[in-house]
């Protein structure tokens, strides 16, 4: 935190100092032009208006490492909003993981491999992520996971395991997404202008972020039970196809009031959101019951179903929590 006292200069000119350590990183000169701007809670931010800022680099070397930790760094360099990566020593690691590395990299929004030889690739994000708009990014992951979520219920209603491989495979555009919304929101934190040209505040930057996790993990839940049908569980007796298919009503109208809620800032959903949030949390316990006699390795599976829904219940409910409507300033 740095502190700096306001002096008086002539008749009412107010002026502070810049810090030094600042002005010698940036090359600051007298005669540059410098932006000021004023948040909502007031706020007064200085940027380097139209300086040129040196493309970021992050170099990550494969030596001596296994391909998760590989591409976690690859995941980390991407959402701290690095412009180049180069994944460098890839001689010292197998043929295989080195196709995974390179099959990676060309999976994340707006990167693109721009050179690679035998020992090295280079990827650059060549995406202007101020012509992007993250609501419509929210809009299209959100209609993904809902997709997602209620086709796995009706897969395991009616046993459909073809629309099960589509649940996995839709799972892995919503990460993309994800990880690109994180990058942006980020880097609009980072910066008041692309903040400006995103119409956001940093709150709203911040409830973005945790609206993508929510619903990101939502995905995740709707793999979870697509998992267990595919990996050999039985077909549901009648009895339990017409508890799940009132479960499914459910989250049909869930998924409409937490959206609905998000989008419109309207806290009066709250309330609807919570009635039938009970509602599911009613006939998951009944389940519970039902099935409680049954064989361990098909308990095990119905247990871990109603785990997912148990969690994406929860998350829908979060996802209302962030329906506060934004403070704006008042003149």
Same mark, same amino acid.
């Given at each position: ?30 005669? &540059? ?7 909502? /809670?007031?706020? /007064? ?11 970021? *680099? ?46 990676? /990299?060309?999976? *994340? ?22 012509? /992007? ?41 919503? &990460? ?108 998951? &316990? ?46």
């Amino acid at each position: 935190m740095i502190y700096r006292k306001v002096q008086e200069v002539g008749k009412g000119t107010l002026l502070v100092s810049l810090p030094k350590d600042w002005v010698k990183k940036y090359e600051v000169k007298k005669g &540059d032009i410098l932006v000021l701007e004023v948040d909502q /809670l007031g706020n /007064l931010i200085l940027s380097l208006g139209k300086k040129k800022v040196s493309q970021s *680099l992050s170099i990550i070397d494969c030596k001596q490492k296994g391909l998760k930790t590989i591409l976690g760094e690859v995941v980390g360099a991407y959402l701290l909003g690095y412009d180049r990566i180069i994944v460098s020593n890839l001689l010292q690691i197998k043929s295989s993981d080195r196709e995974s590395v390179r099959s990676f /990299l060309s999976k *994340l929004a707006g990167l693109e491999i721009v050179d690679e030889d035998k020992d090295s690739i280079t990827a650059e994000f060549v995406t202007d992520i101020t012509l /992007l708009n993250p609501n419509k990014i929210l809009g299209r992951m959100s209609l993904l996971t809902k997709t997602m979520f209620i086709d796995s219920i009706s897969s395991l209603i009616k046993f459909g395991m073809e629309t099960i491989e589509n649940v996995i495979k839709l799972d892995d555009e919503v &990460d993309r997404l994800y990880f690109l919304v994180v990058r942006l929101m980020r880097s609009a934190i980072q910066s008041p202008e692309i903040m400006r040209k995103f119409n956001l505040s940093a709150i709203e930057c911040l409830d973005h972020r945790l609206y993508a996790s929510l619903i990101e993990s939502i995905g995740d839940y709707a793999c979870i039970i697509a998992a267990n049908i595919k990996n050999g569980m039985h077909p549901l007796d009648d009895r339990l196809v017409e508890e799940f298919a009132e479960i499914k009503n459910f989250f049909e109208s869930m998924f409409e009031i937490a959206y609905r809620a998000y989008q419109t800032k309207d806290t009066t959903l709250k309330e609807n959101i919570l009635t039938v949030s009970d509602d599911v949390e009613r006939k998951v &316990d009944l389940i519970r019951t039902l099935v409680i006699s049954r064989p361990l390795n098909e308990l095990s599976k119905i247990f871990s179903i109603l785990s997912a829904i148990n969690f994406t219940r929860k998350a829908l409910v979060d996802i209302t929590d962030l329906t506060t409507p934004s403070t704006k300033t008042i003149a």
